[in-house]
């Protein structure tokens, strides 16, 4: 990956000879004291480069303090990628896990690094994209998802990996009960909007394998800007897809949104030629053939989602359990998008 790295935080640091003393023995070409950086982009899971004398090694592990009872879950993204290998190709190598907490106190794995570039918020210094390019692009992102919704879970090994059927009301149900558990008196309840999806709920289209975090800053692209990797599988499941691209262009913020959105932006999705959040899904919906019904209750739960997500982060540090300052003032977006998930309900059918 092109992204930069940056020292190891304090807070973030572990054992590197206990890393590399258990490494050896489950992975070649690993002789010398690894040099450890940390990639600073993530406000999940922890990720740090290995970089070896011979071989760069990703390593992933969950940050420390308050986690939500299903996140973080290293041995699913783990068991995840190894599955999809076969079937899907766009996935890291994964080498091996740990659940020995006598290694440095929690679960995590080690994978290859994958070269490429990841588009974050602001494009690397010297890189171009065009218009014409960046709609390219945009439609390479939608192929990309359609072709995930498409992966034969019964030949990845993952038929097991969700309960299926039910999967929309639990989502509601769970996503519910996460803000609860992470309120803080600084942010609105949502009750309006927890309300609004608990009523409006549609049946599942289908049930497929769904990345969960699928984002265009957890894709890797080669010099064409072909995807060649797809990260962050922690919170895949088997799920309902429409559910999925409501969550994706929850990030995907375009040229015309308000402030608001637009001060969360994380990627380049407001280029000129980048397709608008209409154009994502027009486009998904003639690969897949779906009927999309009214967008606007998956619009409002990626939206409600997205809010939660950063609640969550921003509870750790209400709490005290990370000092990140990145994180300080999570809880005005929270407010805003209580706000947006208000006014989209209130526009009726789209």
Known sequence: MSDKTVAVRTEDAFDVEAVHVWLQSRVDGVDGRPEVRQFPGGASNLTYLLSYPDRD?????????????????????YRVQKGLKPVFPYVPEVKAFCDDP???GGDFYVMDRLDGLILRRELPDGFQLDEQAARALSGKVVDRLVDLHSVDIEAAGLADLGKGAGYVERQIRGWSERLRRSHTENVPKFTEVMAWLAANQPGEVKICLIHNDYRLDNLILDDGLDIIGVLDWEMATLGDPLMELGSTLAYWVQADDDDGMKASRRQPTDLPGMYTRQEFVEHYARRT??????WRFYEVYGLFRLAVVIQQIYYRF???DTHNPRFKDYWQFVGYLDWRCRETI?????
């Open 57 to 77: 090694l990703i390593l992933r592990r969950p940050p420390a303090g308050h986690k939500a009872a299903s996140a973080h879950d290293m041995r699913r993204e």
């Open 102 to 104: 006598e290694v440095i």
């Open 318 to 320: 209400h709490n005290g």
């Open 289 to 294: 053939g779906l009927d999309i019904g009214d």
């Open 346 to 350: 209130s526009k009726g059918r789209a």
